[in-house]
């Protein structure tokens, strides 16, 4: 099956510190891409689906390079409750989950 | 809508026990998807269904994992006999249908599974 490969950290970083996570997918027929959370023990839950042409939501940016087959993620401003695994999807139907890059936001 | 939700939350079998999974997915939704989660191998799919129908089963370990979706509300995945390289958090999702493309997918709270 096509993978989608990223980081496994951890990063660690202070608060109000800027991370930014990347991942690449090797399925160039993919058209869904999202960032998942996901906090110890519990299921992963969309952070925010990713477009072409870049989006924000509050502190987090994402954005989509399809000629590169590249995602990212950018956290500004980092608060302790960022912590979790981020998860980088990618694909049609079904979709293609990273291994995930683990955050922890030090006080 | 309650979400997608999955029975038990917690089993602790011994090698050689059968053990079912269960899973309802969100009202509506014609994709249902099957995971495991692992520390080594991340979020692995095993088995998707549409409209009840199973569509890719090639992740399915081997002959010992089975899934069903009898109707659009229930599925299961039952492993027969376990063993203790089966423990894993078995994640249950849901997706609306093709018209929907580039929405997400619902995952239930998942069934912590050990083998002992």
């Known amino acids: 099956r096509k993978e989608v490969e990223q980081d496994p950290g951890p990063f660690n970083v202070p608060e109000g510190a800027t991370v930014a996570f990347n991942c690449t997918y090797s399925?160039?027929?993919?058209?869904?891409f999202f960032w998942y959370r996901q906090d110890c023990r519990k299921e992963p839950k969309l952070l925010m689906s990713v477009y072409s042409s870049g989006n924000e939501d509050g502190r987090f940016t994402a954005q989509l390079n399809r000629a590169s087959q590249y995602i990212s993620l950018l956290i500004r401003d980092s608060k302790l409750s960022d912590s979790a695994t981020y998860l980088c999807v990618a694909g049609n139907t079904p979709l293609v989950f990273g291994k995930g890059t683990r955050l922890s936001v030090i006080a | 809508d309650a979400g997608v939700i999955q029975s038990p939350r917690h089993e602790v079998t011994e090698m050689g026990q059968e053990v079912t999974l269960r899973c309802k997915p969100i009202?509506?939704?014609?994709?249902l998807f099957w995971y495991r989660q692992t520390m080594m191998r991340g979020l692995e799919l095993l088995i998707y269904?549409?409209?009840?129908?199973?569509?890719?089963d090639s992740g399915m370990p081997e002959d010992r994992f089975s899934a069903k979706m009898p109707n659009a509300s229930f599925s299961t995945l039952k492993i027969q006999p376990s063993e203790p390289r089966d423990s894993a958090v078995y994640f249950c999702?849901?997706?609306?249908?093709?018209?929907?493309?580039?929405?997400?997918?619902?995952f239930g709270q998942g069934t912590r599974l050990t083998v002992v």
């Open positions: 399925n160039s027929a993919s058209q869904s």
């Open positions: 009202s509506g939704h014609d994709y």
């Open positions: 999702a849901s997706r609306p249908g093709q018209g929907a493309m580039g929405t997400e997918a619902f």
């Open positions: 269904f549409n409209n009840n129908v199973p569509i890719d």
